[in-house]
C-alpha cells in the first residue's frame, strides 16, 4: 500500500517567488500579479521566520503511545520533571496527594493526567499535550491514552505526531499481556504507522523490575521488531531505549546503574528523541487546519484549536471553514498560550476567529484557504489495507471513519477492486468480499459530509482509519472525492 513505502517527501512543485518565500531573493518586493502589492502575506519569508522563532531548532510533534499499565504518564512526568519543566513546590504536592490517595508511584502521571477523573482511576482518557526541548528540537509532547475504550482519543493524537515514542512493560507477563491478542501495542503500533509515524523510539520500560537483564531486553527487542516491520516500519527506522519511568534512569542523562551500563552504551530516552529527523513541513501548500477543539472566547468571537497540517496564516486572514463553507476573520493566533502574528504547518495553534456563528463549527471541521479550499464530500474512493479482522467486509458493512480530528458512521458503499499489495495491479474486480491482510480499492459513504484532501495532494489529510465494534479494522488512503 502506498502510505508503506513512500517517504514523506514534499511533493516537488516548481519554486515560484509568487508567495515570498523559500529561495528567491527579490520575491517580497515583487508584487504578484492580479494581487494588491504592500499585503502583508506576500511580506513574509516563513521558513526564515521560523528558524528565527525556534531559535534554530527544529518542531517535532511527538505522541507518546503503548499499552494501558506500560507506565507512559509516569515516564514522561518524570522526564519532564528531571528536564525542568515542573518546579520541585509542584512535584512534591503531587507526591503528597498521590500518597494520600493510596497511589504513591503515580506522582509523576499526575503531571500529565490534569482531570480528577483520570487520577481517580489512573487512566489516561485525553491527549494531553505539553511543551519541553533537546538539544536541537522544541517538541510538543502528546500523552496519549493507551486504554482500549479510549482509542478514537488515541487516534487524534496519532494523526497529528510526526514521530511517536511507544513504551512497553519489561515486567516478566506484563510486557506479553500487553503484546499479545488484546493488548494495545500492536494496535496502536499499527495506528501510528497507517497515520503517517515512520520513526519510533521504543521505551522499554520498568526495567528496573527485571534487574536490568539483558536477555530480557534482547526478547522484547525480538518479539517486538518482528511485528513493528510486518506493521511497516523501517529496523532503521526503530530504536530501543532501557528505562525506567519511576526512578528516573536513562530518562535524560545516560544511566550510570552498573547493572545495565555493563552492555547497554546507547542514548538516554531524550538523546533519542533528539535524533529523531524533523519532518518536511509543508509550508508552501495552501493554509489547512484541522479542528480539534472549539470553545467561546470572552470577546464577541470564539476560539478553535488544532494543528496546522498545511501552509501558514496571519492575524487579519480570512479563512474559510468546511463544511459549513462559511467564512470568518483571524482576530487572534496562540501557540503555547503565547500570541503571535503568525503560525505555520507542524504548529499546535489556537485561533479566536470571528465573524461566523460558533454553532456552524465542530471538531472535525477543516479551516482552509478562501483561494484554494479543501473539498467536503460524503463519498470517495480509497485504497484500503485491511488488518486482522474477524469478519469478511461486504457491500453496505457499518465502519466508523477516524479521519484527523473526528469520528464518523459510514458504510462501505461498494466494493471495487482486490488490489496486489505492493505493485498495486487490480487482482479482481468487484469481489463479493474481503478478508483479513488484503488490499483493496473501496466507496465509502459517510452520514454527514467530511473535508478530505486527495493523498497524492496532501499526505496529511488523506489518510484514515476504519474501525468496527471497537477495533481498528483498516487504515486508507483517499485517492478520489465523488461529490
Given amino acids: ?178 503484546f499479545e491478542a488484546g493488548g494495545q501495542t500492536r494496535e496502536h503500533g499499527l495506528l501510528v504507522r497507517s497515520l503517517g509515524v515512520t520513526q519510533l523510539a521504543v521505551a522499554v520500560n520498568k526495567m528496573d523490575q527485571v534487574n536490568w537483564q539483558q536477555e530480557r531486553f534482547k526478547e522484547i527487542i525480538s518479539k517486538l521488531g518482528h511485528f513493528l516491520k510486518q506493521a511497516g516500519f523501517k529496523d532503521s527506522d526503530v530504536f530501543y531505549v532501557p528505562t525506567s519511568g519511576l526512578s528516573g534512569e536513562n530518562l535524560t542523562t545516560k544511566s550510570s546503574a552498573l ?95 470571528t465573524g461566523m456563528d460558533i454553532i456552524k463549527i465542530n471538531v472535525g471541521c477543516v479551516f482552509c484557504d478562501i483561494k484554494e479550499p479543501i473539498r467536503a464530500c460524503s463519498r470517495f474512493r480509497a485504497r484500503v489495507l485491511l488488518f486482522n479482522i474477524e469478519v469478511p467486509i461486504t457491500q453496505g458493512f457499518p465502519v466508523v471513519l477516524h479521519y484527523q480530528t473526528i469520528s464518523e458512521p459510514a458504510t462501505i458503499r461498494k466494493l471495487v477492486s482486490v488490489l496486489h499489495k505492493s505493485s498495486g495491479e487490480v487482482l479482481k474486480k468487484k469481489p463479493k468480499c474481503l478478508g483479513k491482510g488484503m488490499n483493496a480499492m473501496v466507496e465509502i459513504q459517510t452520514q454527514r459530509p467530511v473535508a478530505l484532501e486527495l493523498y497524492k495532494d496532501f499526505k496529511e489529510l488523506g489518510r484514515f482509519m476504519l474501525r468496527y465494534v471497537g477495533s481498528t479494522i483498516a487504515a486508507g488512503v483517499v485517492t478520489e472525492i465523488k461529490d
Wanted: aromatic content about 6%; proline content about 6%; some cysteine.
Fill in 1 to 178: 500500500m502506498t502510505m508503506k513505502t513512500s517517504p514523506d517527501t514534499p511533493s516537488k512543485r516548481p519554486e515560484t517567488p509568487s508567495k515570498g518565500f523559500g529561495g528567491s531573493e527579490e520575491s517580497p518586493s515583487v508584487p504578484t500579479p492580479g494581487r494588491t502589492p504592500g499585503k502583508a502575506k506576500q511580506q513574509l519569508n516563513v521558513r526564515a521566520e521560523l528558524e528565527k522563532r525556534q531559535g534554530g531548532k527544529s518542531l517535532l510533534n511527538l505522541v507518546v503511545i503503548g499499552h494501558v499499565d506500560a507506565g507512559k504518564s509516569t515516564l514522561m512526568g518524570h522526564l519532564l520533571y528531571l528536564l525542568g519543566n515542573v518546579n520541585k513546590r509542584t512535584m512534591h504536592k503531587y507526591e503528597q496527594e498521590s500518597k494520600k490517595a493510596g497511589k504513591a508511584s503515580f506522582a509523576y502521571a499526575w503531571v500529565l493526567d490534569e482531570t480528577g477523573e483520570e487520577r481517580n482511576r489512573g487512566v489516561t482518557m485525553d491527549v494531553g499535550m505539553t511543551k519541553f526541548e533537546t538539544a536541537s528540537k522544541v517538541v510538543t509532547l502528546m500523552d496519549a491514552p493507551g486504554h482500549k475504550d479510549f482509542i478514537p482519543n488515541m487516534i487524534t493524537g496519532a494523526a497529528q505526531a510526526d514521530v511517536a515514542v511507544l513504551v512497553v512493560d519489561a515486567s516478566r507477563g506484563e510486557f506479553e499481556a500487553g
Fill in 259 to 353: 547493572a545495565l551500563t555493563s552492555w547497554y552504551s546507547g542514548p538516554c530516552l531524550l538523546e533519542q528523541i533528539d535524533y529523531f529527523k524533523p519532518p518536511q513541513r509543508s509550508i508552501e501548500k495552501p493554509f489547512r487546519l484541522c479542528v480539534s477543539d472549539v470553545f467561546k472566547d470572552q470577546g464577541s468571537g470564539f476560539c478553535v484549536t488544532g494543528k496546522i497540517e498545511a501552509g501558514y496564516i496571519q492575524t487579519g486572514d480570512r479563512v474559510l471553514a468546511m463544511p459549513p463553507n462559511e467564512t470568518c476573520t483571524v482576530k487572534g493566533i496562540t501557540l503555547h498560550d503565547e500570541p503571535l502574528d503568525w503560525a505555520a504547518a507542524g504548529d499546535h495553534v489556537s485561533l479566536t476567529v
